[in-house]
Structure formats: C-alpha cells, structure tokens
C-alpha cells in the first residue's frame, strides 16, 4: 500500500492534505502555498471539508466541553458518512449528494469564477436536475440543496436558468444557443 503512494501514476498535479487542530493555521499555510503555487505559473485548487450538521454540532458542543479525544473526533468523522446521502453506483463507485451548505459553497466558489470572466460568458444551470439521480422522484433529488446553488449564483449577469435537467434535450438546444451567442 505504502508504495503505491509514493509510485508514480498517470493522473495530472498533486495533493496537498492538511490535517491539525483547530487555530493551528491550516488555513492560513494553504492559503500562503496556493498563492506561492499560482505566483509560479501553477493552477491551484484549494477545498476543504465541511462536516454534516449533525456532526458539525456535535464537534460544536465537544470542542465547547473540551471532551473531544482523538478517538471521539475520529469517530464523528466516520459518523459525518453515515449522516450523508450515498448511492452506489457499482461496485466501484459510490456517490455523495451534496449538502445545502456545500450547494452554498460550490455557488459562491462558482460565482467568483464567473464574475473573473473576461469575454461573453453564459453560464447555464439545469434547474430541473444536474444528473440522472438529481431529476425530481430520483435518489438524489433535494430541492433545497438545489435552491442554495441557485441563491449563491443570484445577481450573476451571466448565469441562466433552464427549466430542464441536465440530459434533457432542452437544456441540450440552450447550450448550442448559449454557445452560438458568445461564439458569434
């Protein structure tokens, strides 16, 4: 196991992890290293981990009472799983519905990218579901997750609703039409 993280792969970049307690100054060192990373010339993608509310809180209340062991702590983040939506698609690959807090956070990382746009730009939004397993009656069908997304990008010139889901062929004519638009 332990070669197989030091052997070379096929896949693009690195991945920095950043684990320590809170007040440590994670955030900050990554914030210091993705601005070095991206003053060389490099493309730097920074995500964090948001908890679940029902892990979230109970963190809350033991960081509060100071009763958070390494133990206890690495419970409540095997519990942060058991508190989310999966779906196994095969075998090999389970998914995980986002949370209305990590819609909100997609949003607005989303609408800062948007508003960096230098050109004509459409940015368009299936609101009727992002996949197969997002469409009203599916698995990952969550209304109010989906309205978060929406709320983030609200006032964002360039991004547009399509009443469709993502596979429809409706929303596949917006996006030839979006494309001939910023293209013409």
Do not use: C
């Not at 389970?94 to 949370?99: D, E, F, H, I, K």
């Amino acid at each position: 196991m332990l070669n197989n993280l030091s052997s070379p792969h096929e896949y693009p970049g690195k991945l920095f992890v950043v684990e320590g307690i809170d007040g440590s100054g994670k955030t900050t060192q990554l914030a210091l290293l993705a601005k070095w990373l991206s003053a060389a010339g490099l493309r730097v993608f920074v995500t964090e981990w948001n908890s679940s509310a029902l892990v979230k809180a109970a963190t809350k209340m033991g960081k509060k009472k100071n009763s958070l062991t390494p133990t206890t702590f690495s419970l409540l983040h095997a519990t942060d799983f058991a508190d989310r939506l999966l779906y196994q698609h095969n075998p090999q690959v389970t998914l995980m519905r986002t949370t209305r807090e990590e819609n909100t956070a997609i949003g607005e990382f989303l609408a800062r990218k948007i508003a960096a746009f230098t050109g004509p730009a459409v940015f368009l939004v299936p609101t009727g579901g992002v996949s197969l397993l997002d469409v009203p009656g599916a698995p990952f069908h969550d209304p109010d997750a989906d309205a978060a997304l929406l709320a983030a990008l609200d006032g964002i010139a360039a991004v547009r609703t399509v009443p469709a889901a993502i596979n429809d062929p409706e929303f596949a004519d917006a996006v030839v039409a979006a494309w001939r638009e910023v293209t013409a």
